[in-house]
């Protein structure tokens, strides 16, 4: 987004008293048109029209006469250009650099994020690990099971994030989980990945599972295909877990069943007469 200068004192110029309310309408708009545009103070004799109708000008053709004769606006070829723009405003070559920085700032952050939040992903399954095992170590005790409590980690089982990538170490294992995960799901919703309790479990589930990375992003797009709502990273859980374990139909009650109907109804019509003769 680029910004369009006006001085504070501008409504009190000479120039700007002397071109009247509409000129300065049309001056004002001409000046946000250059700046959104980036044309560096250029308006096209084809784009006057487009100026004039957003800054609420009728007959822009005598106010712009007007702009030139008080020296706010220089006739060129091709359009007009407004008077010593380059003074006050950014070239676009400038305002497309900082652009730039913005954007490689932005991603450098959001990076940082990331990383932040794995390391902290990490230590939450490391803890339920670790508080899990404690559980476990009692089986006969069943008064301190939390049923909501994500699924404990193997401490000493090493699991692969995707068909290629093996991990050495739970917490770095558990961390590379989060990115991994957090990135494709950003990079296939456009939204920004929380790393709330539910996710937590979900990837501490998925880690004791061995989920791999391509089953995620394919119930990801499998429910962007069917227009289902997708708001947290959590949403595709359910999803992966179906295409793990397809329901089939149950088709062998039902040939039991007709056999033994078969058999009863050879039973009841044996001995009755079929044709009249027969009797």
Same mark, same amino acid.
């Given at each position: ?45 084809? %784009?006057?029209?487009?100026? %004039? ?38 070239? /676009? ?7 730039? /920085? ?25 803890? %339920? ?128 069943? /007709? ?21």
């Amino acid at each position: 987004m680029a910004w369009a200068r006006i001085d504070d004192k501008f409504l009190d110029n000479p120039k700007v008293r002397k071109a009247g309310k509409e000129a300065t309408y049309l001056y004002i708009s001409g000046l946000i048109y250059s700046s959104n545009q980036l044309t560096e103070g250029f308006i096209s004799d084809e %784009a006057l029209g487009l100026v %004039a109708y957003k800054g609420f000008v009728k007959n822009e053709l005598i106010h712009t006469e007007v702009l030139v004769k008080c020296g706010l606006w220089d006739r060129v070829e091709g359009g007009y250009q407004i008077h010593d723009y380059l003074e006050y405003n950014p070239t /676009k070559e400038q305002i497309e650099e900082s652009r730039a /920085k913005k954007q490689i700032a932005g991603s450098k952050g959001a990076q940082s994020r990331w990383q932040k939040d794995g390391r902290a992903i990490a230590g939450a399954i490391e803890t %339920a690990s670790k508080n899990d095992s404690k559980t476990i170590a009692k089986p006969c005790d069943t008064d301190g099971i939390n049923p909501s409590h994500p699924i404990p980690l193997k401490s000493h089982d090493k699991y692969s994030i995707d068909s290629s990538l093996s991990l050495e170490g739970e917490t770095d294992e558990s961390e590379e989980l989060w990115l991994s995960f957090s990135s494709a799901f950003q990079e296939l919703t456009n939204i920004e990945p929380e790393p709330t309790k539910p996710v937590v479990a979900m990837l501490s589930k998925f880690q004791e599972l061995g989920v791999t990375l391509d089953e995620y992003r394919r119930a990801i797009q499998e429910m962007q295909d069917g227009n289902y709502t997708i708001s947290t990273m959590k949403s595709p859980e359910k999803w992966v877990m179906n295409n793990r374990n397809p329901k089939k139909p149950s088709s062998g009650s039902r040939g039991a069943d /007709k056999v033994a109907v078969g058999h009863e109804l050879d039973d009841i019509l044996a001995g009755v007469p079929i044709f009249a003769e027969d009797k």
